[in-house]
């Protein structure tokens, strides 16, 4: 009896699988998305081939590694521009030498067999990523391009858990079993994709990566980011999109067009579409129009333009770029712009202080209005959201029925978070509620810049950086309301003003149409408040521009009292809120004592100005509100302090 050792079994096997397995190892045809599948065994292992309809001339290929068949949106959409799709499924070997080994036969082999293209595109899904990166920097002359998605880089983050991931224990002995390390032996192993990637570097194989922001499996800043540091030193080429919002699931784009425009930029660029311009991205609702002050630009030569925001409009250089495409457009006439910005503040603060910052200016012909990303990050509420936005459009119509009115939606990470998990963020739905009821066009540069990140025209990281823009971010804003501008005034046939009317009724019957600063010295009865006449901090919190030096009226003193006269639909107060803010005890028209914590996320490092709306759906007449220091304060405050700068009514 002779026994045959593994090894020698082993290379038997391979020996029989790759010369003459197509005749004695059956394959079973399957249908992978209307395409024929060829199912087979190759040493061993399944292996898959998918054929395109028609081939292209140069039959390239797509070589997946690990998890056939999830999210196959790019390899179909490749499949159908004529490209092989490959597989062969090697689990426990984990991308290490010997799954190196096998991909090398399995090279061989379809090229033997299918004379498919000497070079390859890798596709490597989470775990993937070793595969891809362990073979192809050992045949760097071998790979067109690789595309990772959510890719493993280091073992030590995934699935070790030796950084800010979770890990899989499970996997982790896996791991370390089929590389032969250790857990000491693993930090001085170089065999794993954030060293080795740097030969494909060289090489100037170009990579794509698709990666969650929120991935706490995977984490961007454990794997990706890491190599893409590797690969940019070695003079690579390498390209990542980052999804707001997703973890490490889903992975791919719902779109692949920008992956399939990547992969065929490197491999078959004759058989790329001809991109969509910048434009088609632009999401402008072009309702109604703003004729109206256009013809008044050109006729009076006289034009008043306002923008009423928070602290992006307040130091945007968008606002200066709208301001100087305007004065280059209207040459002979003689403008009057409001910089009505302050920062921290939303629709709510926009509609008490409307007439104070804005309508005092005189007439007003344009007005363009931003208030999605405070909104949101102030917690008000969607009611509030529609409020304040209808509280300030109404007062612009009423003020001047000529008016022209433009609603932005400005991008913040929470936003692009929403629309990648498949919601429209809801300020948004809410501004946008006003804006059809009152006919008015809205710019949402929140869907637009998402939109274009996942285009991979550029990141969030490296370009708009911030919501508060960077440059190129400003200019990607003034360019999208350059083509608003230029659409809308394409014809300029129509030279008659046209009056808008007002609706019979309000979208919501408690909207802040009304809303205006009542002054702090309206208040009666005052124990324990005091009149400061130019207040300044004495603690080293910093402040905003325009909100020190003024009059406030302070309390600090627990059971401090005051009480106010009101008329109106509402009452709240326009207060600075620092780090000794504390929570204040109200009653209105002698209701239930209800609270109001001053204390906000930005309070321990700023006074920052906020906007406190105390009730909001009174029945519209007289009140009196009653206001007191609680003895009761936020854990993250020092103090109990209110200092009051101006009470808001809506009346």
């Known amino acids: 009896m002779y026994i045959i050792n593994n090894q020698l079994f082993r290379k038997l096997f391979q020996f029989i699988s790759i010369v003459i397995s197509p005749f004695l190892l059956s394959a079973q045809e399957a249908d992978y998305h209307g395409f024929k599948e060829l199912d087979f065994k190759f040493e061993g292992h399944d292996a898959k081939i998918v054929f395109p309809k028609k081939a292209e001339p140069g039959k390239h290929w797509i070589w997946r590694a690990r998890f056939w068949g999830h999210e196959p949106q790019t390899e179909i959409a490749l499949l159908e521009k004529g490209f092989h799709v ?157 999804k707001e919002g997703i973890g490490h699931h889903p992975h791919s784009l719902k779109d692949p067009a920008p992956i399939v425009r990547f992969i065929l930029s490197h491999t078959a660029p004759e058989l790329m579409a001809p991109e969509l311009p910048v434009e088609s991205k632009m999401a402008i609702n072009f309702r109604g129009n703003i004729d109206n002050c256009r013809i008044k630009f050109e006729k009076s030569k006289k034009g008043r333009v306002a923008f009423l925001g928070g602290s992006i409009t307040f130091g945007g250089a968008w606002r200066d770029m709208v301001c100087d495409y305007l004065k280059q457009r209207f040459p002979s006439t003689e403008f009057d712009f409001i910089n009505a910005g302050i920062s921290s503040t939303g629709s709510t603060p926009g509609a008490m202080r409307f007439s104070r910052d804005v309508l005092s200016k005189g007439t007003v012909d344009l007005l363009f209005e931003e208030a999605a990303v405070n909104d949101a990050t102030n917690g008000f509420n969607a009611t509030q959201q529609v409020r304040g936005m209808e509280g300030i459009v109404y007062q612009a119509l009423k003020s001047n029925p000529l008016m022209d009115v433009v609603l932005l939606h400005f991008v913040d990470q929470d936003k692009m978070s929403d629309y990648n998990n498949g919601k429209i963020p809801e300020v948004i739905q809410s501004h946008e509620k006003v804006a059809d009821y009152y006919n008015i066009p809205s710019i949402n540069l929140a869907k637009e810049v998402n939109d274009r990140i996942l285009n991979g025209e550029f990141t969030w990281r490296d370009d708009f950086k911030n919501l508060h823009p960077s440059p190129f971010g400003h200019t990607v804003y003034f360019r999208t309301i350059k083509q608003f501008f230029e659409t809308s005034w394409k014809d300029q046939s129509n030279s008659e003003l046209k009056i808008k009317s007002l609706p019979n009724i309000t979208l919501d019957p408690f909207s802040y149409i009304r809303g205006h600063f009542l002054p702090i010295e309206t208040a009666k009865s005052k124990s324990g408040w005091n009149m400061i006449k130019n207040w300044k901090p004495s603690d080293k919190a910093s402040t905003r521009p325009g909100f020190v030096d003024i009059p406030v009226l302070e309390a600090s003193q627990p059971g401090s009292t005051l009480n106010l006269n009101f008329s109106g639909k509402a009452i709240g107060l326009l207060i600075t809120s620092g780090p000794d803010a504390g929570i204040l005890e109200y009653s209105v028209d002698g209701g239930p004592l209800k609270t109001s914590d001053q204390f906000t996320q930005w309070s321990n490092q700023l006074h920052l100005p906020w906007l406190i709306m105390l009730e909001d759906e009174l029945k519209d007449g007289k009140h009196r509100l009653i206001l007191r220091i609680s003895k009761n304060k936020n854990s993250g405050s020092v103090g109990n302090v209110c200092r009051i700068q101006q009470f808001v009514v809506n009346n």
Request: overall charge negative; aromatic content about 12%; charged content about 25%.
């Open 86 to 242: 490959v597989y062969v499924d090697a689990p426990d070997l984990c991308g290490n030498p010997e799954a190196v080994k096998l991909w090398d036969h399995f090279y061989d082999y379809l090229l033997k067999e299918y004379a498919l293209n000497p070079k390859t595109v890798l596709e490597g899904f989470s775990r993937g990523g070793l595969y891809i990166y362990n073979w192809g920097s050992e045949n760097v002359g071998k790979v067109a391009c690789i595309y990772a998605d959510a890719p493993v880089c280091d073992m030590r983050s995934w699935p070790g858990g030796k950084g800010k991931g979770p890990g899989s224990p499970a996997d982790w002995k896996l791991h370390l079993s089929a590389y032969q390390l250790t857990e000491e032996s693993i930090n001085d192993f170089k065999g794993m994709p954030i060293f080795n990637a740097v030969k494909l570097a060289e090489a100037g194989v170009p990579a794509l990566h698709v990666c969650g922001a929120a991935d706490e499996v995977v984490p961007i800043e454990e794997n990706t980011y890491v190599l893409e540091k590797a690969y940019k030193k070695a003079g690579g080429d390498i390209k990542i999109i980052v």
